[in-house]
């Protein structure tokens, strides 16, 4: 059965990362405390037991770190530790693209005249170029005879290296104002996220979290291990690899020309980070600090870890569970993507009206959003919202809504008193014009995926195949206990 073995996959990919993780403890010289903790951030966590090449990808950063600075500390550089290097180099090659910059860290970090002959040094660099070629090079000249039918967001990496080396001034302004906008995002990804976003984990989670970061950085400080020169390359190798992971979004992912980088998110930095954190508690460190004992950084880490699984617990095992540590709505249904055959349906007019019945799984139910496109800018007309509950006979909501207030797709929320006895019930939504301007009208977008069949839609009261894309939102959780409370 399929099942059994996607759990293996994923128990495998568990324990594949855990392996690695050990393994660069074992080794790493120094900041033992702040790799364990930057190595199980709950996202890195969640990462690890997902089906995705993330898990070995982060598990070799970390290592290939770890014993590039256990190699740092070998008095000399002979056969026997140069072939120590190749492995380690051989296996940072199996990771993901974004991880490449990190090469630099042992050509950086142990100077040529710590290799006890010339020839073992040439011997690296070649060991590396082949291996460079071989393993990036040769398995991407293979991948990429492929690539063309999965470019996203009509991306074309020739065309957009072309764009960077004609506006170079502009790509470096892209780069700073996604920094500026992002970085903030990004961070909080690189600590946690539910699904890859669909749900947005508690808040005391990263709280925790950086608590027990900031007790390791200060309890595990390598002052006397790095140095000025070591902080600047772990500084700069940090730079590198963002500026890597970004810039290959921006050119294989991202359309030729934006002005913003798509599709970055912070699970991308999580062993890179490692570096830039060694930098910053060596610094620490030298300040005179009174140092708390270690019990704290696990108190902290078991609290934020603990919280973690009991918020994906609620996510994805309760009904509506997210809404029991945060104050939002509960959405139904959840989705992110739309399938290629979702279009756009016709302006509502004195000719075009629609009714869509909505089969509701929540008590509560308080909103609707419904995704409007505007047909024409400054469209003068209105459009009437009715929602009504069938069995009881009763209207629920009646509002209207200008359409000039649409000028672009966006999700339009319907707001009305909730009906705290909605589970199981089935409403329906009339969308009617009301002094229709000519050509204009809201338009809707049509889907046939089977997360919006909720009821039927008809048009002019004939029944249609596709659905409305829309979404209901309940009442529950934390804000139905303090309007009501109970759960």
Request: aromatic fraction near 12%; hydrophobic fraction near 50%; charge should be positive.
């Amino acid at each position: 059965p399929a099942l059994p073995v996607f759990y293996a996959c994923r128990f495998a990919s568990l324990l594949s990362y855990m392996l690695l993780v050990w393994l660069a403890i074992r080794l790493i010289p120094f900041g033992k405390w702040i790799l364990l903790v930057l190595a199980v951030t709950p996202m890195a966590l969640y990462q690890a037991a997902t089906i995705s090449p993330d898990a070995i990808s982060n598990g070799i950063g970390f290592l290939f770190v770890a014993g590039c600075l256990q190699a740092g500390q070998f008095k000399e550089i002979r056969w026997k530790e140069a072939g120590y290097l190749i492995i380690l180099i051989a296996l940072l090659f199996l990771a993901k693209l974004n991880l490449l910059p990190l090469i630099l860290l042992p050509f950086l970090l142990i100077l040529p005249s710590r290799f006890t002959g010339k020839g073992i040094y040439f011997f690296l660099l070649s060991m590396t170029a082949i291996l460079l070629l071989v393993e990036v090079g040769g398995w991407n000249m293979i991948a990429s005879r492929h690539s063309d039918p999965l470019l996203a967001n009509e991306a074309n990496p020739a065309a957009q290296l072309s764009f960077i080396l004609g506006h170079p001034i502009a790509f470096i302004q892209t780069l700073l104002k996604d920094l500026l906008t992002h970085g903030w995002i990004y961070f909080q990804g690189w600590i946690n996220g539910y699904g890859y976003y669909y749900w947005t984990p508690p808040l005391s989670i990263s709280l925790f979290f950086l608590l027990s970061l900031a007790f390791a950085l200060l309890i595990d400080a390598p002052v006397e291990q790095v140095n000025q020169r070591y902080r600047i390359l772990f500084i700069f190798l940090f730079v590198a690899s963002y500026l890597a992971t970004v810039v290959s979004l921006y050119v294989s992912f991202t359309p030729v020309g934006l002005d913003q980088v798509l599709g970055v998110q912070g699970r991308y930095f999580i062993p890179l980070v490692l570096p830039l954190f060694l930098a910053l508690s060596s610094l620490l460190g030298t300040k005179k600090i009174s140092l708390p004992s270690s019990r704290w950084i696990i108190i902290f880490l078991t609290i934020a870890l603990s919280l973690n699984v009991l918020g994906i617990l609620f996510s994805f095992h309760v009904p509506c569970g997210a809404t029991f540590y945060q104050t939002g709505l509960c959405y139904r249904p959840l989705v992110r993507d739309f399938p290629s055959n979702a279009h756009l349906s016709q302006p509502i007019s004195s000719e075009i009206s629609l009714s869509q019945e909505i089969r509701v799984k929540c008590n509560g139910l308080a909103e609707l959003n419904v995704l409007v496109t505007p047909s024409t800018p400054e469209d003068q007309g209105t459009t009437r919202f009715i929602l009504q509950d069938p069995l009881k006979g009763r209207t629920i909501m009646d509002t209207s809504v200008a359409n000039a207030q649409i000028s672009r797709e966006e999700w339009y929320p319907l707001h009305f008193e909730p009906d705290w006895q909605s589970a199981g019930k089935q409403y329906v939504l009339s969308i009617t014009a009301v002094n229709p301007s000519t050509g204009g009208g809201l338009k809707f977008l049509y889907t046939t995926q089977s997360e919006f069949n909720l009821g039927n839609l008809s048009t002019n009261g004939q029944l249609m195949q596709e659905d409305i894309v829309l979404q209901y939102g309940c009442i529950t959780g934390l804000r139905k206990i303090w309007l009501t409370g109970k759960p």
